[in-house]
């Protein structure tokens, strides 16, 4: 027999919530924890949780702020924050951001997060596109 390091990673519920073929609540683990727990880090507003009023990233702030560099070096300072604050199974390795302006959705920041889980060495990866409103938007509605 072989000794087997214990899991880190664990496991959660599923998100979104749903029911899996025996009628129970669906569960991630592993490394699909890890990458669902990343998601909803970045994605969550801070004061959106009633019990957890610090939990999310501040990247929300910047929604209408214009895609370019000085917004993307802001945004991923508070990725790299909220990550470092609320994920304690990785290593982060690197955050980059880069603006992508289109005439026709007024501009993206495309969020590429380089992450090594705590207890293996290879590196991985997640990308996420965060949309900013442009500025004719924000003033209609």
């Given at each position: 027999m072989y000794n087997?390091?214990?899991d880190v990673?664990?496991?959660?519920?599923?998100f979104?919530?749903?029911?899996?073929?025996r009628?129970?609540?669906?569960?991630?683990?592993?490394?699909?924890?890890v990458?669902?727990s990343?998601?909803?880090i970045?994605?969550?507003v801070?004061?959106?949780?009633?019990m957890r009023?610090d939990f999310g990233?501040?990247?929300h702030?910047?929604?209408?702020d214009?895609a370019n560099?000085?917004?993307?070096?802001t945004?991923?300072?508070?990725?790299?924050?909220?990550?470092?604050?609320w994920e304690?199974?990785?290593?982060?390795?690197e955050?980059?951001?880069e603006?992508?302006?289109?005439?026709a959705?007024?501009?993206?920041l495309?969020?590429?997060?380089v992450?090594k889980?705590?207890?293996?060495?290879?590196?991985?990866?997640?990308?996420?596109?965060?949309y900013l409103i442009?500025d004719g938007?924000a003033?209609?509605g």
């Amino acid at each position: 027999m072989y000794n087997r390091l214990p899991d880190v990673l664990g496991s959660a519920i599923g998100f979104p919530l749903g029911l899996n073929d025996r009628n129970r609540l669906s569960m991630v683990s592993g490394d699909a924890a890890v990458r669902q727990s990343i998601r909803l880090i970045i994605f969550t507003v801070p004061g959106e949780r009633v019990m957890r009023p610090d939990f999310g990233c501040l990247i929300h702030d910047l929604i209408f702020d214009p895609a370019n560099h000085e917004t993307a070096l802001t945004a991923q300072r508070y990725v790299r924050d909220a990550l470092e604050t609320w994920e304690p199974r990785i290593d982060l390795e690197e955050v980059q951001v880069e603006p992508v302006q289109s005439e026709a959705d007024g501009g993206m920041l495309v969020i590429n997060v380089v992450y090594k889980l705590k207890d293996q060495p290879d590196p991985r990866s997640m990308v996420f596109p965060y949309y900013l409103i442009p500025d004719g938007e924000a003033e209609e509605g």
